[in-house]
């Protein structure tokens, strides 16, 4: 069962669209936080409700990114 976004996970969902965040170049907690003025760990909880519409890319340069949508 897909639970409502809240307004803040459709913020940051616009962040990476509008950033262009990609696996290649993705978005870390810390630079979405600045975007919305939010606590980075806070933005990491949200973020984590969305994985199913979030990628995530470990590592030194990791971050999120959007996933393709399935046709």
Known sequence: MLEE????????LK???QKNAT???PLNSEKISQIL????SYARFQIGRLREYIGVRRGKHG?????ERKR
């Open 37 to 40: 003025n939010i606590n980075s």
């Open 5 to 12: 976004k809240t307004d803040l996970q459709e913020e940051i």
């Open 15 to 17: 962040a990476l669209l």
């Open 23 to 25: 696996y290649a170049h």
């Open 63 to 67: 971050g999120y990114y959007l996933k």
